[in-house]
């Protein structure tokens, strides 16, 4: 879709995928929950995550691992990992194609 931001970036401005597959890319997200927010998107437009297929779901997976993986190595101060998906504006939805964030977490990082 011409109007979804997230198409645009991997149409456009592919410096920004710092890693793909063959169904869905990762971005790193320009509004950090935490350092190391990332986004893991599908190639093709589906508005949430029930709109995914099977291989994109499994595809988004795999990035899913790799991140957490990478992000560890790069940082021992990580100690937990936040997995979520808004589906719908009602949800807390803002872009409508699907993203799953992946926001490492950190001693002292929220207020208790």
Do not use: W
Request: proline content about 4%; glycine content about 8%; hydrophobic content about 40%.
């Amino acid at each position: 879709m011409s109007d979804c931001h997230f198409c645009h970036v991997v149409a456009n401005d592919r410096a920004q995928v710092v890693a793909e597959n063959e169904h869905a890319y990762v971005v790193r997200d320009n509004f950090p929950v935490t350092p190391g927010h990332t986004l893991l998107l599908p190639k093709r437009h589906v508005a949430d995550y029930f709109g995914l297929n099977e291989q994109e779901t499994l595809a988004i997976h795999a990035l899913l691992c790799e991140q957490k993986r990478i992000l560890e190595d790069g940082d021992a101060t990580i100690e937990g990992f936040n997995v979520g998906v808004n589906c719908g504006e009602m949800a807390g939805q803002s872009f409508f194609h699907c993203h799953v964030h992946l926001i490492p977490r950190r001693r002292g990082d929220v207020r208790s």
